[in-house]
């Protein structure tokens, strides 16, 4: 009898990223990559739709984060396991990963033979983290997640669709699209936005996107031009 296949969605905003990893766990035998989506609203689709045994999430990318992506996925597939994918190892990240429900964090530094690895363990439900990673966590243990020495806000107040609307706000989204993006009317995008504001007591928008993104909803390299 053929052994099953694990089955692997990549979730990666740069192709050539994707491209790597995709052609890296081609040469592994019991691994099998079943889609790639481009961002956490692709792969929170992807996910419905395939119903892989894994997912390599990436936390940064647009329409909706890698965190919140998760969040979302488990929501709707609970027997897919997570695994983050991160350039960064900040505290408050993996922090994040671990509450919205991966089962491992990997750093993008790490080498092919443990990502592999890492697939294999999450799917027979294991953890897996990088080592710098897990000795963070160990030593997170029982403290506040910090960044450079200061606390990092958290989004937790904000609902799932609340955190889509901030992060499509810091994207400088009009409501027009994202409404459209969300298949929501512009009024009901409104309120969020108001209620977004509400809960953070942030009333602009320049405010809004140095909130998101010193929360991790997006990368501070993503250029806006703010009116």
Known sequence: MSKKLITVLLAEDHTIVREGFRK???LENDLQVVGEAEDGRQAVAMVKKLRPAVVLMDIAMPRL???EATRQVLKAVPATKVLILSAHSDDAYITD???SGAVGFLLKQTSSHAVCEAIREVQKGN???SPAVSRRLHELEG???VRAGMPRPRNARLSSRETEVLQLIAEGKANKETAAELGISIKTVEK???KVMGKLNIHDTA????????????ESSVQLTIV
């Open 24 to 26: 890296m766990l081609e």
């Open 65 to 67: 984060n890698g965190l």
């Open 97 to 99: 990963a671990t509450d």
């Open 127 to 129: 953890t897996f983290f």
């Open 143 to 145: 403290k506040s997640p």
């Open 192 to 194: 969020h936005r108001e």
């Open 207 to 218: 405010g809004l996107t140095r909130y998101a993104i010193s929360a991790g909803i997006i």
